[in-house]
């Protein structure tokens, strides 16, 4: 007698098998991923020097508005943070510049502020903690993305600035800024004065006459004339300097007088 009753196999219809293998690859990526998120925001935070009780903030400062989706709120980007994060620089480093330089007056100590809130002063401090690279745009093109990140680092370093007063207060603000900008207060790249005003003002509070500039000598073409001027104040021997036009030269023998005579204010010393 034949058995003829089927044999039953225990496999599953096609397609079956796959989704939960399927299923396991995703949460497997998707853990691998956030895995991966933690660590650059480790670096990053390793890089500013301050660990975030509020991930989102630190996310949120570096999430460029091109990177958000039509429907999300203009809020999720950097923006409102860059705004904040401005004025607790503004502040803070005001704060430095009054104890830095207990003799300056208002007039030196707004310049020297001017220059290093500037957005120049704060792209070279994003520069120098390597967040170029970690700024989150949406969908452009190659050389679209480097000039787009280039423009907006000072933003972005503003905006980590006011995430940073956000999470730990002023005081965690106050040592990121104080770690990145000290050595700028100390050396702005930048004349604060022009030499011959610092001069002429240094004259003046000794009680003598306003410097006379003399052309001493001209060479070279007409089209490219060199001058040597000679600064003269009672009393000093005179100064020179030599420039492509007279005023260049002017603001040269005014620095070499400057800095012979040891006067403060009109070089990029503190």
């Given at each position: ?7 039953i196999r225990d496999t599953p219809p096609q397609g079956e ?31 500013i020097g301050h660990k975030f009780g509020d991930p989102n ?214």
């Open positions: 007698m034949n058995d003829e009753t089927p044999v098998s796959a989704q939960p293998e399927a299923g396991r690859e995703a949460a497997t990526k998707k853990k691998r991923s956030k895995v991966s998120a933690k660590a650059a925001a480790a670096a990053i935070e390793a890089r903030l630190l996310t949120t400062a570096f999430t460029h508005v091109s990177a958000l989706k039509p429907a999300r709120n203009r809020a999720e980007s950097y923006q409102r943070l860059e705004f904040l994060g401005d004025h607790v620089l503004g502040l803070i480093v005001s704060d430095m510049l009054y104890r830095a330089f207990p003799n300056a007056d208002e007039g030196e100590l707004s310049k020297r502020l001017a220059d290093l809130v500037r957005k120049e002063s704060c792209a070279d401090v994003a520069k120098s903690l390597g967040l170029v690279d970690d700024i989150k745009l949406g969908q452009v093109g190659a050389s679209a993305s480097a000039r787009l990140r280039k423009s907006v680092l000072g933003d972005i370093c503003e905006a980590v600035i006011g995430a940073v007063f956000l999470d730990g207060g002023y005081s965690a603000a106050a040592q990121f800024v104080e770690r990145n900008w000290t050595e700028r207060m100390r050396k702005p790249r930048r004349p604060l004065r022009d030499a011959k005003t610092v001069l002429q003002e240094w004259a003046q509070s000794k009680g003598m006459p306003t410097p006379v500039y003399r052309e001493v000598e001209r060479t070279g073409p007409h089209h490219d004339p060199q001058f040597r001027v000679a600064v003269d104040l009672p009393g000093l021997d005179p100064a020179e300097g030599v420039g492509g036009s007279k005023r260049a030269a002017e603001k040269v023998a005014a620095s070499v007088m400057i800095a012979r005579e040891g006067v403060g204010g009109g070089s990029n010393d503190s």
